[in-house]
């Protein structure tokens, strides 16, 4: 079994800062790309930002120059730094993993269970 584990979302002000985090954890032989999605209410999941094993990142257009994306990959564990933050990032922030289990498994896609970002005054 593996399990994706968000943490650190909450309420802040517009302008303020928040980071969250994701742990990977259970039967994981490598994990390979990694990324941050979000679902604003009424609307479609987005792609956020995504890293891969070896440090690569790709951001939204709408998030470029205020979030950075980050992993540890002895921990197995992925970071958003959010950054100037506005209303409109409010959304339930998705982490994904790309992993294998075993070295003879494909990678799958494990998705965590989400972690809600409110930016309001």
């Known amino acids: 079994q593996v399990q994706l584990v968000e943490s650190g979302g909450g309420l802040v002000q517009p302008g303020g800062s928040l980071r969250l985090s994701c742990a990977a954890s259970g039967s994981i032989f490598r994990v390979y790309a990694m990324g941050w999605f979000r679902q604003a209410a009424g609307n479609q999941r987005e792609l956020v930002a995504s890293?891969?094993?070896?440090?690569?990142?790709n951001y939204a257009d709408s998030v470029k120059g205020r979030f950075t994306i980050s992993r540890d990959n002895a921990k197995n564990t992925e970071y958003l730094q959010m950054s100037s933050l506005k209303p409109e990032d409010t959304a339930v922030y998705y982490c994904?993993?790309?992993?294998?289990?075993?070295?003879?498994?494909?990678?799958?896609?494990?998705w965590g269970k989400g972690t809600l970002v409110t930016v309001s005054s």
């Open positions: 890293i891969t094993r070896e440090g690569t990142t």
């Open positions: 994904k993993a790309v992993l294998s289990s075993s070295r003879f498994s494909d990678p799958m896609d494990y």
